[in-house]
């Protein structure tokens, strides 16, 4: 009710009800003017605590007549209530004032953010390894696979590595529990510590299936070693592994494979060496390296001639197949050419790593 309708109503009125009318006339005015909730606090104190005018005419009610006391006890109630509807309302919009303006000092503009893309892209080292089987596809080579966990067979001993050849232990091997498999004995199955066993598997379809031999293949693919990351290591990499089988295969095809990847990959002004060394599948075997623009050589995998012993595990007359293999990191290879200091890089998922690439 407001102000005006009580003075309306009240048909006697007295010097002290002109009073109430006027405070409720002034507390309504001033609490619809109130433009923030501590000074609406502040009227609610002013107008009906204690020490408020109306709560020191009350007081001096006692000095009335009975029926005058009666009226205006109703009289100031009714204000009363009115000063209160009228402190509810204005809160209630005060309120909503602060909630929506807190809202819009929040809010975040998003609009730029329209029709930007944010889709990524491959990996570092899914492109390296992209790229790696374009440039072999270019140069006639076929794509194989193998799976990731091999037998102790295809890991090693097919590859000439029977069960106590020391070169083993050049294989940091992670062998799986199968004690919960029926006819696989402990030590048979193994997660496959590089691409080679793809080479034997390689053969025997090709034998199987009539495609081959000649075979000119690569397989890329993910390989497990029982290393703490460093640097330089990581328990699971990749690897592509290069076989070739044909007749009349020699070491010069090799080289001169070996280089034509090198030129493709890292620029025709680079060039690459073979220095002898050992693999158990190869012989002659040999590491190859790749120039550096200071001069210097920078390792980057193994190779060598397929070891008779090995053409025979994949079904071939070494008498009558001769071949080459290489095989080398693929997240080494992308280490080298994008300059990234620390292998672990590659795992980290760090964003600012990965846009890089
Ligand atoms: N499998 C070897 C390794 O992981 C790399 C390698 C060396 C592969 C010589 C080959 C090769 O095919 O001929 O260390």
């Given amino acids: 009710m407001s102000a005006d309708q009580e003075r309306q109503d009240t048909k006697n009125s007295t010097a002290v009800d002109i009073d109430v009318s006027g405070i409720g006339d002034e507390a309504c005015r001033r609490i619809a003017e109130a433009t923030d909730l501590s000074e609406l606090d502040a009227l609610a104190s002013e107008f009906l605590d204690?020490?408020?005018?109306?709560?020191?005419?009350k007081a001096s009610m006692k000095d009335l007549e009975p029926e005058e006391r009666k009226l205006l006890g109703a009289r100031m109630n009714?204000?009363?209530?009115?000063?209160?509807?009228?402190?509810?309302?204005?809160?209630?919009?005060?309120e909503t004032e602060v909630i929506q303006a807190r809202l819009s000092a929040e809010s975040l503009d998003l609009t730029e953010y329209l029709g930007q893309t944010t889709a990524g892209h491959a990996h570092v080292v899914t492109r390296t390894w992209q790229e790696l089987e374009d440039v072999f596809c270019g140069m006639g080579y076929n794509v194989e696979t193998g799976p990731e966990v091999e037998t102790d067979w295809f890991n090693f001993e097919a590859l000439n590595l029977p069960p106590s050849?020391?070169?083993?232990?050049?294989?940091?091997?992670?062998?799986?529990?199968?004690?919960?498999?029926?006819?696989?004995?402990?030590?048979?199955?193994?997660?496959?510590?590089?691409?080679s066993p793809v080479q034997i598997r390689t053969m025997l379809r090709a034998v199987r299936d009539g495609s081959g031999p000649p075979i000119y293949s690569v397989c890329p693919g993910r390989v497990y070693r029982r290393d703490t990351a460093d640097a330089t290591h990581l328990p699971v990499f990749h690897q592509i592994e290069g076989l070739v089988v044909d007749r009349g295969i020699t070491m010069g095809d090799l080289a001169g494979t070996i280089e034509t990847f090198v030129k493709q990959y890292f620029g025709?002004?680079?060039?690459?060496?073979?220095?002898?060394?050992y693999f158990p599948f190869t012989e002659p075997s040999a590491e190859f390296d790749i120039s550096t623009p200071d001069g210097g050589w920078l390792e980057v995998g193994g190779c060598g001639m397929v070891h008779p012993n090995v053409l025979r595990s994949g079904g071939l007359d070494p008498n009558?197949?001769?071949?080459?293999?290489?095989?080398?990191?693929?997240?080494r290879l992308a280490k080298i050419r994008y300059g990234i200091k620390d292998l672990r890089a590659f795992m980290t998922n760090d964003i600012r790593f990965l846009e890089q690439f």
């Fill in 165 to 195: 050849h020391p070169a083993r232990s050049m294989w940091d091997t992670l062998y799986l529990d199968t004690s919960d498999l029926d006819g696989v004995s402990d030590g048979q199955l193994v997660l496959r510590t590089h691409t």
């Fill in 320 to 331: 009558e197949w001769s071949g080459f293999a290489f095989g080398f990191g693929i997240d």
């Fill in 268 to 277: 025709s002004d680079m060039t690459s060496r073979l220095r002898p060394s």
């Fill in 78 to 94: 009714q204000t009363r209530g009115a000063i209160e509807a009228e402190l509810a309302q204005r809160r209630s919009t005060l």
């Fill in 50 to 57: 204690k020490s408020s005018r109306l709560s020191q005419l």
